[in-house]
């Protein structure tokens, strides 16, 4: 093998397998802090990802979320964007597609479905267009606009369903009335809860990858995100590249919380989802925003997620462990020169890995959208 | 009209004002602690992670030692040890800091998580929380002294540290030194000043100011830690920080505009205005937006801010 084939394999594989171990470990460290058995812990945490067909299905229905998120995301890290959104604009992607499965009557499920599925993109897009035309027009930072966002659309969902106008009059609990069986993503493996939602998932990583490496779209994305002083002076519209990929970003985020809906609960609650999409920012990394490579990080955190109950009920440690294994992978995973010190390699990488760029207040362009 | 003039005399205005003294507490020590992060050069939306940590340390060692100051103590250092790693990540190990910073709140959430989880099996219950201290002669000035001077020590400490702060910041050299790190590295670098350490202890400070924020909400408010009980706090005082532009009499204005419209929120519920609580509870962050997006004037970051400085 050449050297460079070498240092390329190094960098694609070794580091994040390498980031993934010395998070594991991180998590043992905490295990041990909080007085439990790290053994005991990791043994039942795989058992519950893995070890039975129940186990797995769970763990792939897991995963079905994580792909959407860790690819909605991935699509704006490459134009340089940090959307910290995802949840907000899963939320509105929830109550978009809810709205369409369970208010619209008389279609046939293949109809009805598609539809509540494409209420929810849309839903998540328009979420994620505002903080991008702030952004775009007022130069106000991505990062702070769309966590305040989060707590909006928070706000607003309780608002709809908690007595509110989409709220299920019969019930105490605050949800929707339970979504119309025209609308519900169509089970996969009988007698488990493994829906359809995970076909979607498998084709949108192609999808997503053909957008941003062979479209002009996705040529402007990666324009705009390696350099967009450059991109701008090549005629590329800035600000329209990011109300564009903030909105595309929204709409994968509002596509996982349609598939949540009218896959796995059939009602919205006030607790859609609740955390996934920030888990999602570890998928992204990890995967380093490759489309393809979110795959087998959704699956790694799908796995996690899914196991933590299990380990939970098995062991008294808290499930809260996967947020410290998390933490400690994006860690690793962004820095580098860290993990090479720890392993003592050599050949430290010339770059730090740099995503965002500029302060938190208000950054240029302010060119109108065109 | 007639509607709001009634409205406003049923609003006991000492009490709202006192009570948004009380919630600014935390978005101040946070919104400082970020304005000496950012005016050296380093991004820190880390200090809602931070202020939980140590809302979590400070609760467990006030309640470990049955001691309150203690527990005081352990979140500022609590909150200086986590800023540590944020500092290091950023400074040392290149990390983009937004990243760094998130990876902080999400380490928070589950390092907090699992702890609690712990003490929670062990049965503990509070350590009280800090009492109200009323100033002699000054408590009883008519309107300022139930506002200002009837508080508990985090509120008090908020209020001296706005002041020590700006005075660092605008008035020493090492306040000087801090700005030219934030504005231009390599000038300060040039003129000798050490990038790296200015850094590192502007980081830090933050560290403890955010600390000491965590205190107001285990320690001071409720005498008892929850999962996720700073709610956000943290980035509202980052936007506080943006809005005051990056100074701290700024970022004290700020945080009592938004602490005021969280306590309006609350006692307009109370009196029964026929808002749905959920659009009242929206208050202070659609006033972040509005204010990031610039709707009050334009706010410039420190030139630097963001950007790792290395010797070359």
Sequence with gaps: MSTAARRALTGRLLLPLASVLLGLAAGAVAVVL???????AYSALFQGAFTTRNAFTETLLATIPYVFLGLSVAIGFRAGLFNIGGQGQLLLGGIFAAFIGYRVTGLPAIVHT??????????????????????????AHEVITTIMLNYVAAGLLDFLVNRGPMADPHR?????????????????????????????????????????????????????????????????SVAWTMVTVMGISGALAGLAGAVEVLGVSGVLTPSLASGLAFDAIAVALLAGSNPFAILPSALLFGALKSGASFMQLQTQVSTDLISVVQAAVIVFVAAPLLVRWIFRLRAAPAAPVSITEGGLGQTPPREGVA | MPG??????????????????????????????????????????????????SAFAGFAIAFVAHNLALGMLAAIVSGMLIAALHAVLSIEFLVDQIVSGMVINILAVGVTGVFYRTLLQQ?????????????????????????????????YSM?????????????????LRTRACGE???????????????????VIASGALGGLGGAYFSIQQIGQFLPNMTGGRGFIA???????????????????????????????QYLGVRVPIQFLGMLPYVLTIVVVAGAMGRAIAPAAVGRPYRKS
């Design chain 1, 114 to 139: 598609p539809l509540a599925l494409l209420a929810g993109m849309l839903g998540g897009f328009l979420w994620g267009a505002i903080p991008g035309i702030l952004k775009a027009r007022l130069g």
């Design chain 2, 123 to 155: 049965g503990v219950r509070g350590p009280g929380t800090l009492p109200i201290w009323r100033v002699p002669v000054l408590s009883s000035i008519p309107v300022i002294g139930p506002i200002v001077f009837q508080n508990a020590l985090v509120t």
């Design chain 2, 159 to 175: 209020l001296v540290l706005v002041v020590i702060v700006h005075l660092v910041l605008f008035n020493t050299v090492w306040g």
């Design chain 1, 172 to 236: 105490a609990i605050p949800q929707t009335p339970a979504m119309l069986p025209s609308a519900a993503l169509p089970i996969i493996v009988p007698g488990s809860r493994l829906h359809f939602g995970l076909f979607l998932a498998l084709l949108a990583v192609p999808v997503v990858w053909f957008l941003v490496e062979r479209t002009t779209i996705g040529f402007r994305i990666r324009a705009v995100g390696l350099n967009w002083t450059a991109a701008r002076a090549s005629g590329i």
């Design chain 2, 184 to 202: 231009h590295p390599l000038a300060a670098e040039t003129a000798g000043v050490n990038v790296k350490l200015v850094r590192y202890v502007n």
């Design chain 1, 34 to 40: 909080a007085g439990a058995n790290p053994i005991d």
């Design chain 2, 4 to 53: 709001f003039v009634l409205w406003l005399q049923n609003v006991d205005l000492v009490s709202l004002a006192s009570a948004t003294l009380v919630a600014a507490t935390p978005l101040v020590l946070a919104a400082l602690g970020g304005v000496m992060s950012e005016r050296s050069g380093v991004v820190n939306i880390a200090l809602e992670g931070i202020m939980l940590t």
């Design chain 2, 238 to 268: 980052l936007a506080a920080m943006i809005f005051g532009k990056w100074t701290p009499l700024g970022a004290f204005g700020a945080s009592l505009l938004f602490a005021g419209a969280d306590a309006l929120g609350a006692r307009l």
